[in-house]
């Protein structure tokens, strides 16, 4: 049964319209795979799998988009500003922003309600992603990848149907640990 609580409407830069419909649901309990795995997230592969499934490439969705939002950008920086003109170049360096967000997001949809359907127990990283994105040359990368908004939707996917998620120390060396334990 489905209880409706409340709706939200907001407005993105980009001027598109959303409307938030908060409702209360029962969930239903996936069904147990009795399966284990552990993720090691990098920059190369957005994920390595412990149990020999093949690694997801690293889409790099703001490299890919990267010279189009150079060019609106250095259009919005040409134009007057307060004019009509700069507005409409304002809006398009919105959309291509708003692209990127996107298409991140539904490709960390993807991958998260993925790995909760194929597995009962997910191992990942705790990471300090705040720390890593301060060092100069990884910080754009480490934004691109979104550690932490893929990490957050394995944590409440799992809490709706049933599965659970470990975080390991970051600390330990899950990177130079061979499979066998060396």
């Known amino acids: 049964m489905m209880c409706f609580l409340s709706v939200t409407v907001s407005k993105e830069p980009c001027g598109e319209y959303y409307a938030s419909i908060l409702v209360e649901e029962d969930t239903h309990i996936l069904s ?12 190369k592969t957005f994920g390595t799998f412990s149990d020999n499934r093949p690694d997801i490439e690293n889409p790099r969705f703001f490299n890919e988009n990267q010279v189009k939002l150079k060019k609106v950008q250095q259009h919005l920086s040409r134009k007057q500003k307060g004019s ?6 304002r809006l398009k360096v919105a959309k291509v922003h708003s692209k990127i967000k996107k298409q991140r997001q539904h490709f960390l949809h993807n991958i998260s309600i ?3 359907r194929d597995y009962d127990l997910i191992c990942i990283e705790d990471l300090d992603i705040s720390g890593i994105k301060k ?3 990884l910080s754009k ?3 691109d990848v979104a550690w932490g908004e893929f ?3 394995l944590e409440y996917k799992a809490k709706w149907y049933g599965k659970f998620i470990q975080k ?15």
């Open 114 to 116: 993925n790995l909760i």
């Open 84 to 89: 009509n003109r700069r507005e409409k170049a």
């Open 135 to 137: 060092k100069k040359k």
């Open 32 to 43: 147990r795979t009795e399966r284990a795995v552990g993720i090691d997230v990098g920059l």
């Open 141 to 143: 990368g480490v934004s």
């Open 168 to 182: 390991i120390d970051r600390y330990y060396p899950s990177s130079k640990t061979c499979t066998c334990g060396h």
């Open 151 to 153: 990490f957050r939707m």
